[in-house]
């Protein structure tokens, strides 16, 4: 069974500080996400990376940057963190056997950020 | 704007019927379609998948229906059981690009 696993389920930063997200999958996937998920407007990308030190932007990227240094860890980091930031994060992976979206992903369990 | 709409934001249903949950989408370039369960503090899981050249795609009690000429997608769980209570989260994809997720409908199924 993939198992992506979230270092934290929950944090509390504040106003300006870097935050760092880590995230990592045990099933040698080439593709990894990061989303974040909001009431009323679902899941939607910041970030992915195709493979290590590869990464495109996703549809809301502003206020973030990410890092794959290897295969099975990508991080998600907020540079100087703002209260519109509180958010739900979701990491993701995914092989590349049918194509970067059509492999079923598979998540982690998140991780609730709230910024004050 | 959305190119992904799940208009009911929930959706309450007696053990044992069907549960219908809907999704509509704007871009008629989407390929593949695809429904994600979430259950609190986890992660979404996926659940079924259907491509656009089929209209229909079965699992178990999970079947999925594509409307192409609607833009209109449905999930259907037949008999519907509680521990399907979940949020549901319809995606699309064009050309194997990435995922547009849809807002999600809450499931409850009272027993």
């Known amino acids: 069974d993939v198992k992506v696993t979230q270092s934290s389920r929950y944090l509390v930063k504040r106003t300006g500080e870097k935050v760092f997200l880590e995230c990592v999958q045990d099933?040698?996937?080439?593709?990894m996400f990061w989303y974040r998920q909001d009431p009323g407007l679902g899941l939607r990308l910041i970030y992915f990376s195709y493979d290590v030190k590869m990464k495109e932007k996703g549809d809301i990227p502003e206020g973030y940057s990410v890092s794959r240094e290897k295969k099975e860890r990508f991080s998600l980091i907020l540079e100087s963190a703002s209260t519109n930031q509180t958010s739900m994060y979701l990491c993701?992976?995914?092989?590349?056997?049918?194509?970067?979206?059509?492999?079923?992903?598979?998540f982690g369990n998140g991780t609730r950020l709230t910024v004050t | 704007d959305q190119q992904v709409k799940q208009n009911s934001p929930s959706l309450s249903v007696q053990e044992g019927r069907i549960s219908i949950l809907n999704c509509d989408y704007t871009n008629s370039m989407f390929d593949y379609f695809l429904w994600y369960k979430k259950y609190p503090a986890e992660g979404p899981t996926f659940l079924i998948s259907i491509s656009s050249i089929k209209d229909k795609n079965e699992d178990g009690r999970f079947t999925v229906f594509l409307n192409k000429s609607a833009k209109h997608l449905s999930l259907h769980i037949v008999p519907s059981q509680p521990g399907d209570s979940a949020v549901y989260f319809c995606a699309a994809s064009k050309y194997g690009n990435k995922l547009v997720f849809g807002a999600g409908t809450i499931l409850r199924v009272k027993s």
């Open positions: 993701a992976s995914s092989s590349r056997r049918f194509g970067a979206y059509n492999s079923p992903l598979h």
């Open positions: 099933m040698d996937h080439e593709n």
